[in-house]
């Protein structure tokens, strides 16, 4: 079974939302896919969980890229799946050596990153919206 992958772009941001608005009401279950282009902080393996989380956290907020996420239900029911472009990610001043990361991107996701800078979302307006639908259905089946 093949799963659609919805792609989100600036253009249909507002019509996505309310599809995953709705979408949350059978689905309450996420995964999330993030790409980034490489790592800005390394952590040694042996180091300690909350710091890797921390370094890990830093990189994505730092390298904003493509944020993937599929709803599903508890028991691994699955409908759709979604792809966010961001557009405030610069291939050419937010990569230190960008060459090996931004290749395996292409190659893997197929990420077209000029046309992400043009058409993509403000990584800080979707986490407003997305997080203002998630908080309405934040406490809907705890009784």
């Known amino acids: 079974m093949s799963i659609p992958i919805r792609q989100i772009w600036w253009s249909n941001l507002e019509y996505e939302l309310g599809a995953i608005d709705i979408f949350l009401r059978s689905y309450d279950c996420i995964a999330i896919d993030i790409e980034f282009s490489g790592f800005l902080q390394n952590t040694p393996r042996n180091t300690a969980d909350s710091k890797r989380y921390d370094d890990l956290k830093y990189n994505v907020d730092t390298l904003k890229v493509q944020l993937g996420f599929t709803l599903f239900k508890e028991n691994g029911a699955i409908d759709s799946a979604w792809q966010v472009h961001f557009c405030d990610f610069d291939i050419n001043a937010d990569t230190d050596d960008p060459s090996a990361s931004i290749s395996m991107i292409k190659r893997k996701s197929g990420v077209n990153f000029e046309r992400q800078r043009r058409e993509g979302v ?10 203002n639908i998630l908080a309405k259905h934040r406490y809907r089946n705890i009784e």
């Open 122 to 131: 403000n990584s800080r307006v979707f986490a407003l919206k997305l997080q």
